[in-house]
């Protein structure tokens, strides 16, 4: 009776598991009472070859909560077999917002030692047109406000270059907020804060599946953040806010368990 009971538990729990990565929740983060400043909504570690949530699903979700403009913090393939439905997604993004992109870990050991390499992904990925910044910075103005947008390559696998990245942000309005996006959380830490006043990054996937202890952490991740207790969602670290997103896709098995897929709406001043 009790081998019954467990394998019941055991079939519905990954049942469940299964349903969770077909989710999608929209976090609201708000800055300011106002809503006249720059409204993003961001995405991270598409993982299109396990992602359960429908481009539009996707598509959908983002027309409901109306940004001004889309980043995504990387992770979008994991052969290069996944490239031509990651150009997909991400081009019906672009075709309806702005849409603004860096590399994450899984992108480039895809192509790593590929005949196309990053180079050329870069170059597909802005045929679709959406605009990465990798290592690079653009400026978007709105409402008397100068918001930076830098985007830094990942920090294991890419090459990460903070001096390039910030070299051409526009520094001359007297109401200027930089806004700093890379997958890695621990890229933070390389940040001081007068070069960033918010981070977006993913990476973590929240977890994914969720362990007691925060087993899945211990067992499965090296980074410094999320053994000093950052995980996902909202945090101020060395003087910097940041926001670590649970990303929509799966990595290593499509399941996820209290970590429900997410694009974060984040209204700044």
Not at 66 to 85: H, M
Not at 150 to 173: C, M, Q, V, W, Y
């Amino acid at each position: 009776m009790s081998y019954i009971i467990i394998t019941s538990i055991a079939v519905l729990l990954l049942v469940y598991m299964l349903f969770e990565t077909t989710l999608l929740k929209k976090n609201y983060i708000s800055f300011s009472k106002s809503l006249k400043g720059l409204k993003i909504a961001h995405l991270s570690d598409l993982h299109v070859n396990h992602i359960h949530i429908s481009k539009k699903k996707i598509i959908n979700a983002l027309k409901e909560v109306n940004p001004d403009i889309v980043l995504i913090s990387g992770d979008y393939i994991e052969t290069e077999n996944d490239i031509s439905k990651a150009l997909d997604l991400i081009k019906a993004i672009a075709d309806i917002f702005p849409v603004y992109l860096t590399l994450g870990n899984h992108d480039h050991k895809a192509l790593l030692n590929k005949k196309k390499g990053v180079k050329s992904f870069i170059v597909q990925l802005e045929q679709t047109g959406a605009v990465v910044l990798n290592n690079a910075a653009t400026s978007i103005y709105k409402n008397n406000t100068t918001y930076n947008i830098i985007g830094i390559d990942d920090l294991k696998r890419g090459k990460p270059d903070l001096a390039k990245a910030f070299e051409n942000i526009d520094s001359t309005s007297d109401n200027c907020i930089n806004i700093a996006f890379s997958h890695n959380p621990d890229t933070v830490l390389t940040l001081s804060k007068n070069k960033a006043d918010y981070f977006l990054c993913g990476h973590f996937h929240g977890g994914q599946i969720w362990m007691p202890f925060h087993l899945e952490f211990r067992i499965l991740r090296r980074e410094q953040l999320c053994r000093m207790g950052y995980r996902r969602g909202l945090h101020k670290i060395n003087g910097i806010i940041v926001y670590i997103n649970r990303g929509l896709g799966n990595v290593l098995f499509p399941l996820r368990f209290l970590s429900v897929p997410e694009i974060a709406v984040i209204q700044f001043p």
